[in-house]
């Protein structure tokens, strides 16, 4: 959604400014391309400093517009470099450059983490979906599914609090997932409640092209009084012997640069993926109930016909607690409390600084990442850009500002629509229960 924000906006631009502006436009499209593609990478995940970019842009903007509307002088080089001395104080672009970049900085910063943190949090489910069950819950997961069929019970569901047992051992080191993952869904709502509030991303990145325009018009209409103040400071440049041409064909105007406002589809979008996100909070915990209500089939706690793992009757051990530490007198698992998974342990990690980039974006702060461009390049890039219109990638240019960086994992083509994102947990409970299975019959036989 807020790619495509982006390619409505350079796909306005493109067809309404050759009309508006004539050769002020052709001359100089390079100068827009360059730019939505600088917006595109830095969405992407790229180490490009915003900022930075967009004073770049009105920079070269200013020059190549400075001289196409003085032809009848020759402007060297250095005379562009002093004239962009005095545009701050001049303002040529009227207040537009300094509006745009606190409000855009603002946007796409909480669009670029917003996006990040569902990859982050997909990959962490992926992560721990290819961790391998111990030996040690296989054989307790065979005896809880498969023991009764050799006693002749087949029709005997298991215990609710028997199977409960048996799963949190298996999890005891994804449940200590929960408290980062808890604090991961919360930051991604926060976010969310700014992305469709007061950083008033859909407004912002799908208004852009007319922002631009704005800039254009408060140049044109001030062009004498800018130039006059650019002779005073920087000198009368010398007379052009190529003569002047014909800029003034304007086509100034007000030609249908219109932002066909989507606020209610970013409305509905934030709400959908905020229930989702509240939905998730809890996911790592109520696991164990989830599996055995919905896989095992185990009978209700009070049942004193269910299979216990000895015979049928009551299952009278407490049911243990949640993560790794709770683990120690679990009568069904035997856990190592001592050993926490490493590959777990890593996601906690990429779980944190997750959060604390989103605690970042909240307040409009930026952090870049490391290595997060090539990760993100395929993640719903382009579907609606065509090769004219993205434009090629530029060169990294150097930041004289070193931003704080965080390495994070590398995203495995995952997307970051809502639907992808959604269908995870699921596919998380299919892969744990086959890999459960299939080593418990490996051991059976």
């Known amino acids: 959604y807020f790619q495509d924000l982006l390619n409505k906006s350079e796909k306005a631009l493109y067809d309404a400014f050759p009309s508006m502006y004539g050769e002020l436009y052709t001359q100089n499209m390079k100068v827009f391309k360059d730019l939505y593609s600088e917006l595109r990478r830095y969405y992407r995940g790229s180490n490009i400093n915003l900022e930075e970019a967009l004073n770049e842009f009105w920079t070269r903007l200013l020059e190549r517009l400075f001289k196409l509307m003085n032809p009848q002088y020759h402007i060297t080089d250095e005379y562009l470099d002093c004239m962009v001395k005095h545009a701050e104080q001049h303002k040529p672009f009227g207040e537009v450059p300094r509006d745009l970049k606190v409000k855009a900085t603002r946007a796409f910063i909480a669009a670029r983490s917003y996006a990040q943190g569902f990859l982050v949090g997909s990959d962490v489910v992926k992560k721990v979906s290819q961790v391998s069950l111990s030996h040690e819950c296989t054989r307790a997961i065979m005896k809880l599914m498969y023991c009764p069929h050799c006693r002749g019970m087949s029709s005997v569901k298991p215990c609710n609090n028997y199977c409960l047992n048996v799963v949190k051992g298996c999890l005891a080191n994804q449940a200590d997932l929960n408290t980062e993952w808890k604090y991961l869904m919360d930051s991604l709502v926060v976010v969310a409640d700014r992305i469709d509030g007061p ?114 009757g009551s299952y009278l051990p407490e049911v243990m607690g949640d993560g790794l530490a709770n683990q120690i007198n679990n009568p069904e698992v035997e856990v190592d409390i001592t050993k926490p998974d490493m590959t777990i342990r890593q996601q906690i990690m990429q779980l944190k600084i997750m959060t604390n980039r989103l605690g970042n974006a909240n307040i409009g702060n930026d952090v870049d990442f490391q290595d997060a461009s090539d990760d993100m390049s395929g993640s719903g890039s382009g579907d609606s850009c065509p090769d004219d219109v993205c434009g090629k990638r530029l060169s990294k240019s150097p930041s004289t500002r070193q931003p704080e960086t965080h390495a994070i994992p590398k995203q495995s083509g995952h997307g970051i629509n809502g639907a992808s994102s959604r269908s995870l947990p699921s596919a998380f409970l299919l892969l744990l229960l086959s890999v459960a299975f299939i080593a418990a019959q490996h051991l059976w036989r």
């Open 199 to 312: 950083y008033n991303v859909d407004a912002v990145i799908g208004t852009i092209h007319m922002r631009i325009a704005e800039a254009i018009s408060n140049l044109q209409e001030n062009k004498d009084s800018i130039t006059a103040k650019v002779f005073q400071g920087c000198g009368n440049p010398k007379i052009s012997t190529k003569g002047s041409s014909s800029e003034d064909k304007k086509r100034r105007g007000k030609v249908a640069l219109e932002a066909k406002s989507s606020a209610q589809a970013l409305e509905m979008l934030v709400l959908d993926a905020k229930g989702n996100l509240t939905a998730l909070k809890t996911y790592w915990i109520t696991l164990p109930g989830s599996l055995c209500s919905k896989k095992v089939m185990a009978s209700s706690a009070a049942d004193d016909k269910c299979w216990n793992g000895m015979t049928k």
